[in-house]
């Protein structure tokens, strides 16, 4: 297989933009879809493609966040928080969900499974020169939300996945010491 320094690059640099700070361009549909295709190429136990992924355009989007505070059941200094941050100008949001419906792989396997879905698109977002977040925020966890979007209340909300261009880059947060993370197995 032909390597490829810049994909080593690109995931030594990868940075998130947080999303309130996503503005337009995002991704034509042409991007958008091979952001789908390398979303699907994961990992997944069994095949059995334990993942769902819905396209928020900005006008959806908008839609969304405008119904989110009527279906917020914390305290409302969290509410005030996470509206602080709405991501008003991300043009896209791509919402990833499990859907564990299978007995071939453990539940748990499956959502892994979702989460490499996850990744793979702020990979590939990145690679097309567009910034992204993975937020979960209190509206992944909620079950109005889960109705509104047709995830079913047993399934999980993965992600909800800003994707747009940056107003400003990010600053580069503090990385692990890879000692202080990776050890050698040694056993007797
Ligand atoms: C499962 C998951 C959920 C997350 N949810 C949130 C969130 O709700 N709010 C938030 O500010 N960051 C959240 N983050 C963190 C950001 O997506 C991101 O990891 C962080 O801003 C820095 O990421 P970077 O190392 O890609 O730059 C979440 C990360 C993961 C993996």
Request: hydrophobic share 15%.
């Given at each position: 297989m032909r390597t490829s320094p810049e994909t080593i690059d690109l995931l030594l640099k990868r940075r998130s933009l947080v999303a309130m700070n996503l503005v337009p361009p995002g991704p034509d549909s042409e991007e958008l879809e091979t952001i789908l295709r390398c979303a699907i190429r994961v990992p997944d136990h069994k095949g059995i493609f334990p993942w769902r992924i819905q396209i928020a355009d900005k006008e959806t989007k908008d839609k969304l966040h405008a119904r989110l505070p009527d279906l917020h059941q914390g305290d409302p200094a969290s509410l005030e928080k996470t509206n602080a941050k709405?991501?008003?100008?991300?043009?896209l949001l791509l919402i990833v969900s499990s859907q564990?419906?299978?007995?071939?792989?453990?539940r748990s396997e499956q959502i892994l499974s979702g989460a490499t879905v996850c990744q793979n698109i702020l990979i590939a977002s990145a690679a097309l020169g567009y910034r992204s977040q993975w937020l979960t925020e209190w509206f992944a966890y909620n079950d109005g939300v889960k109705d509104l979007l047709g995830v079913?209340?047993?399934?999980?909300?993965i992600g909800f996945i800003y994707i747009g261009s940056e107003n400003q880059p990010p600053k580069e947060r503090p990385r692990p010491q890879l000692e202080e993370i990776v050890s050698k197995l040694q056993l007797d």
């Open positions: 709405e991501p008003k100008e991300a043009p564990t419906t299978s007995t071939k792989a453990p079913p209340r047993s399934e999980e909300i």
